[in-house]
C-alpha cells in the first residue's frame, strides 16, 4: 500500500514523505523528499536494504525535476550507508557535517564521487534549492555531535532528524501528543545529550514559523498546537547525561 503522505503542496513546491520501506531487522526510518520547480532534494536516504525501494519512489516524485541535493543530518547508516549509491546513479550533491566528511566514505563512498560530498560548518547555512533558500540549522548533540536539521520556509516544515522520533506504532501522523508521548520519551531520554542542548535547540526553534515537525523515525506533527506542545516538551526533558552520570561505574 502507498502511505505516502503529502505534507505540503502548492504551486511548483511539494514535500512528500515516502511510504514506508521495510528495512527488516533495522529501526523504521522516514525519507522525505522535497520539490521546488526544477529541483529536488531528498533528506536522509537511508541505508542500502531500502536504496532500490526508496531512489524508485525518489524518481517518482521529482518528475520533471533534477535532484541536485542530498542532505544527511548526521553519520548514522540509516542515514548515509548508501549515500555512494545516490551519488553514482545521479548527479546530487550530498550534505554532511564537516565533522563527518571523513568519516562517511568508510560506508564505501568511491573515489569518482568524493568531491559532492560537501561540508557543513558548524553554524549551518543556506542551501539553495531551485530559487528557494532551504536552512540548514544546528541541532548538535541532539543527538550526534555534529548534528545538523533543515527547515523549509515555504512549506513551514522543520525537518528535526532523531529529534521528535518515536517507535513502537504504526499510524505516520500524531494526532493526540500525550498519547503518543510513551513512544518517543525512552527515546529522547537515552539518545539526546543533555537538557542544555535541548534548550538551546527549543530556544532556536522558536524562532522559525513552524506548521510540521518531521522527525527521521516514527510520525510527523502537523499543526501548531501540536508544534507547540513538542517544544514546550523538548525544552524541559532532562535526558542524557542529565539522569546518567550515576552509570558511570566500574562494573562488577
Known amino acids: 500500500m502507498d502511505d505516502r503522505v503529502e505534507i505540503f503542496a502548492q504551486g511548483d513546491h511539494k ?20 520539490v521546488h520547480g526544477a529541483e529536488a532534494m531528498i533528506l536522509d536516504p537511508g541505508g542500502h536494504k531500502v536504496y532500490n525501494k526508496v531512489l524508485s519512489a525518489t524518481f517518482k516524485e521529482t518528475r520533471g525535476a533534477q535532484l541536485s541535493q542530498i542532505f544527511l543530518s548526521h553519520q548514522d547508516p540509516d542515514i548515509v550507508a548508501a549515500v555512494n549509491g545516490w551519488l553514482m546513479t545521479t548527479n546530487a550533491d550530498a550534505w554532511c557535517s564537516a565533522l ?5 566514505p568508510h560506508f564505501g563512498l568511491d573515489r569518482l564521487v568524493t568531491d559532492r ?49 518515536s517507535v513502537g506504532h504504526d499510524y505516520r501522523q500524531v494526532s493526540d501528543f500525550d498519547a503518543h508521548l510513551p513512544n518517543m520519551e525512552g527515546f529522547h531520554r537515552r539518545y539526546m545529550t543533555s537538557n542544555v542542548a535541548m534548550r538551546a535547540w527549543a530556544g532556536m526553534a522558536r524562532q522559525l514559523d513552524i506548521e510540521t515537525i518531521a522527525p527521521q523515525h516514527g510520525a510527523i506533527f502537523q499543526g501548531r498546537d501540536l508544534v507547540a506542545r513538542f517544544l514546550d516538551w523538548a525544552e524541559e526533558l532532562q535526558c542524557g547525561l542529565d539522569i546518567m552520570q550515576g552509570i558511570y561505574k566500574i562494573p562488577r
Do not use: C
Not at 563527518?100 to 562517511?104: M, S
Not at 558548524?122 to 544546528?138: K, Q, V, Y
Open 15 to 34: 514535500n512528500i514523505l515516502l511510504p514506508n520501506f521495510d528495512a527488516g531487522e533495522g529501526i523504521q526510518a522516514n525519507q522525505h523528499v522535497i
Open 100 to 104: 563527518w566528511k571523513r568519516f562517511v
Open 117 to 165: 560530498l560537501k561540508e557543513i560548518p558548524d553554524e549551518g547555512m543556506r542551501l539553495n534549492l531551485g530559487g528557494a533558500d532551504m536552512l540548514i540549522l544546528p541541532a548538535h548533540f541532539l543527538h550526534s555531535v555534529g548534528n545538523f536539521q533543515l527547515y523549509d520556509p515555504v512549506s513551514k516544515v522543520l525537518y528535526t532528524g532523531d529529534l521528535g522520533a
